[in-house]
């Protein structure tokens, strides 16, 4: 309004202006010249300024030009009817003129309104195919919808067949929409045209009052298929634009559900692989001991051996006994961490017996390789959980004893540090190969060169990870400059010296 | 053959090796063992054996490929050992030259039976090839393309004969689908494996004493055939 009077106040002074210069300094009398100039100011001004404003100049300049330059001068009479035509020929110029003006203004603002628009729908496209699924994903969406738009309220209402409608909202204001409404919008939006060409207007879209706010609902479409509603208010944005915009979001909606559909069906597929690694894997290793242990059995049911093949025989079974306890062992294990239930309980140890415990457990397969040894004194104390680490280092040692070669000694050294309790496995085999060091904790992951010519299930090192993770500790594997690889585990506890009269 | 017959066990599983290696010097067999392909084809080529008993999953070279270099130079009977639920490695091996296969675990009994069986096979293929052939009560005349059972005919259309020819002539071995499917009604029938189901019925119907419990055209189910030229009682 205050901007509205200044302009007022400024068209009416420019015609005030054009009037004193021309009748008394300038002398001008020849009314072509007077008319022209005044019909420049109402251009100007119905260019700039609002058209009542347009208006009340022309009537201004008009009065002015009769007053101040149509015979007889300084009166409102006019004395040649011919003045009279030149009168209203100049007001009625200057009131088309002002008017076309305006016009050729509004559609410029118009044209500027939808290229604004038609900027922030392209930058939310953009944004829309840059978003990723997940959780928030379509709670993300309406905030991008909100800071696009500059809209002090989105919602986006999805019908969900289970539980009635799922609402993601996003601004400053927060409304409460009635599901029924929803409801009844969605249904009449489903069962209508997109654009009645006929009425040109967007049928489906809705306006609904809540709190004294116009809430405008528009339907997401897919082609002709409704998929939810749009809900934006605090801000009027144009039916086309809406419709555009309620296009986008089912869009982006559509490709969220896809993305998840994908996500899903990529993790049945691992799933799946993880499957057919373990029955593969399984299969490999309960054959060949069952078949060894049935031969070797049958054997021993012949006449035919001596006392040192029927010892041997018997070894077999043994040994190819130990190794299927070992593996099922390995399965109760992974089963156990795939079920979050390995249980951990802290209690002083001897790092030392540790590594005794895990050389106990894979002695078999470590036979009459050299394991050197270097352990902190035995009155250095450490509190974790014993067993569990144990377990982990056994697989380490299994590991280490199974990738080098026959003869070659495995080293390993504890120490007792601020980070806890940290164990290294060497061992002077081949090493790991750098294509493999990514995924050799994997579950059934199995080295390259190591399939085939090495049995096992590669489930060991996956089983180390998993029960240190439950102890919060860590694994690692790297290849030493000298040749070998080296496995590290730091599992986090306090440390302590045993008393004396202990 | 007069001197005991020569194995080649190649696996690499030593257990599988110290258990089986025994089993086969306590009946006679003298016995050579390769833990590796490399290994196993320098023995074939060095010091031929008369049979090889191979496991797939080698650690250098795949069995199925051992397999088709002996058969490049050799005819050594070669009994594949493989796992249960690998049909199409044992598929592959037995389309690549192996004869027979044993799946694992096995019990002694069914390797020594497989062994036996290709051993004396080798016997009779020392026979001069002949017109005709005899297994069991059946006589198979190629010249004259007829069967006779003692001193009756039996009838064969062209197909039925086509098929126990083919099996005839590769006696106890384990013909593939895809191998006979080839032979009888050429390659562009190798995957229309209803062809076969049908005419074996009728084969069955026809040469067996009874079909339901087969003793000539014996079923390696999703492998193939074998016409077994003695009667396990099984």
Request: proline share 5%.
């Amino acid at each position: 309004m205050y901007l509205d009077l200044l302009q007022l106040g400024g068209a009416l002074a420019a015609v005030a202006a054009v009037t004193a210069t021309y009748s008394a300094v300038l002398h001008v009398s020849n009314a072509t010249t007077v008319a022209l100039s005044f019909l420049l100011i109402v251009l100007v001004v119905s260019a700039v300024s609002r058209l009542w404003i347009a208006v009340v100049t022309s009537v201004a300049a008009m009065l002015c030009f009769n007053f101040f330059f149509l015979p007889p001068v300084g009166t409102f009479t006019i004395a040649d009817p011919q003045n009279w035509i030149a009168l209203f020929a100049f007001l009625a110029v200057a009131l088309v003129a002002s008017n076309l003006s305006l016009l050729a203004r509004t559609r410029a603002d118009e044209a500027m309104a939808r290229r604004d628009e038609v900027a922030r729908l392209f930058d939310l496209s953009r944004d829309v195919l840059l978003m990723t699924d997940g959780q928030e994903a379509l709670s993300l969406l309406a905030r991008l919808i909100a800071r696009r738009f500059d809209l002090p309220y989105v919602a986006i209402c999805l019908p969900r067949e289970s539980s009635g409608w799922e609402v993601a909202t996003a601004g400053q204001l927060s409304l409460e929409l009635d599901r029924a409404q929803l409801e009844m919008t969605f249904a009449a939006a489903s069962r209508t045209l997109e654009f009645d060409a006929q009425r040109r207007s967007y049928v489906g879209h809705r306006t609904l009052d809540i709190g004294g706010q116009a809430v405008a609902l528009v339907p997401l479409r897919l082609g002709s298929k409704t998929v939810g509603l749009l809900a934006s208010a605090g801000r009027t944005v144009d039916p086309g634009t809406l419709d555009a915009l309620g296009g986008v979001a089912a869009i982006a909606i559509e490709r969220l559900e896809f993305l998840q559909e994908r996500k899903a069906a990529e993790l049945a597929r691992q799933s799946e692989e993880l499957k057919s690694a373990l029955l593969a894997s399984l299969g490999h290793d309960l054959r060949t001991p069952l078949t060894a242990i049935r031969v070797a059995a049958t054997n021993l049911q012949g006449s035919w051996p001596d006392e040192r093949a029927r010892s041997e025989q018997t070894d077999i079974i043994l040994a190819e006994v130990e190794r299927l306890a070992r593996l099922f062992q390995n399965i109760l294990e992974m089963a156990r961490i795939d079920a979050g239930a390995v249980s951990t309980e802290r209690q002083w140890t001897q790092p030392s017996q540790i590594i005794e415990a895990a050389r106990a457990q894979v002695e078999h397969t470590i036979g009459a390789r050299p394991v050197e040894i270097a352990a902190p004194p035995p009155d250095v104390l450490v509190r974790l959980d014993p067993q569990v680490t144990a377990a982990a280092v056994a697989h380490l040692l299994e590991n280490a004893a199974q990738y080098s070669p026959v003869g070659t000694p495995i080293d390993v050294t504890a120490t007792i540090g601020d980070e806890g309790l940290r164990i290294t496995v060497r061992d002077h085999g081949p090493g790991i190969a750098a294509s493999d060091l990514p995924r050799l904790f994997d579950r059934f992951f199995r080295g390259v060169a190591a399939k085939g010519r090495v049995s096992g299930t590669g489930m060991g090192l996956a089983i180390a990870r998993g029960l240190l993770a439950a102890e919060n500790g860590q694994v690692w594997a790297e290849n030493c400059a000298d040749g070998g690889a080296r496995f590290t585990i730091v599992v986090p506890g306090e440390q302590k010296k045993m008393e004396e009269s202990a | 053959m007069t001197s005991p017959a020569r194995i080649l066990l190649v696996d690499d599983e030593p257990s599988i090796q110290r258990a089986v290696i025994p089993l086969l010097k306590s009946r006679g067999y003298e016995v050579d063992s390769a833990g590796t392909g490399a290994d196993a084809l320098r023995i074939v080529f060095s010091h031929p054996p008369d049979l090889i008993v191979l496991d797939l999953g080698l650690p250098d070279i795949e069995g199925t490929e051992v397999c088709r270099r002996v058969r490049e130079q050799s005819t050594v009977p070669i009994i594949v050992l493989s796992a249960r639920g690998s049909e199409a490695d044992k598929v592959a091996a037995l389309d690549l030259g192996a004869d027979d296969y044993v799946t694992k675990p096995f019990g002694p009994e069914e390797l020594l039976a497989r062994i036996r069986v290709w051993l004396r096979r080798l016997l009779s293929d020392e026979r001069v090839e002949t017109g005709r052939i005899t297994i069991g009560d059946l006589t198979i005349d190629y010249d004259r393309r007829r069967l006779v059972r003692g001193n009756d005919e039996i009838r064969l259309t062209p197909k039925e004969f086509e098929l126990l020819a083919f099996l005839s002539r590769n006696p106890d071995r384990v013909l593939t689908h895809r191998a006979i499917l080839k032979e009888v009604w050429g390659p562009n029938a190798v995957d229309q494996p209803e062809h076969l189901w049908v005419l074996v019925a009728q084969l069955r119907k026809k040469i067996e004493p009874d079909p339901s419990r087969p003793r000539y055209l014996i079923s390696e189910p999703w492998v193939g055939y074998r016409l077994a030229t003695e009667h396990d009682g099984s």
